[in-house]
């Protein structure tokens, strides 16, 4: 499995750099000493999602909006009531399929 961007716990990893609750002071940090890269984010993603962490994307207010992540841990989750989003093919993000081609690009440079 690679990267995903249709998948919100890779596109927030991505897009985040990490993983901050936003209900509380937890990060999901997840071995910081990798080099960052796709691969990296999308270990991250599916990690948090294995752990319990909860991803729900933000719909843009306006097309073109600027995206957000909404991010819990499972403490702030099983205390708000959120449950992580149904798995499924959804729209990817044009901020994010950005970022995926601009990252994919450069490791491409890299490995020349
Ligand atoms: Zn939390």
């Not at 000493?33 to 719909?59: C, F, M, N, S, T």
């Not at 708000?80 to 959804?90: T, V, W």
Request: proline share 10%; aromatic share 10%; glycine share 6%.
């Amino acid at each position: 499995m690679a990267f995903d961007p249709h998948d919100p716990y890779d596109a927030a990893a991505l897009y985040d750099m990490w993983l901050n609750c936003q209900g509380c002071p937890a990060t999901f940090d997840f071995e910081p000493q990798r080099p960052l890269g796709l691969d990296y984010y999308h270990d991250i993603g599916q990690r948090a999602k294995a752990e319990g962490w909860v991803v729900h994307e933000q719909p843009e207010a306006e097309p073109g909006e600027d995206v957000s992540y909404l991010v819990c841990c499972p403490e702030c989750a099983a205390r708000f009531g959120l449950a992580a989003p149904a798995p499924g093919q959804r729209r990817a993000p044009v901020a994010i399929m950005d970022i995926c081609a601009a990252v994919r690009a450069a490791e491409d440079e890299l490995a020349a």
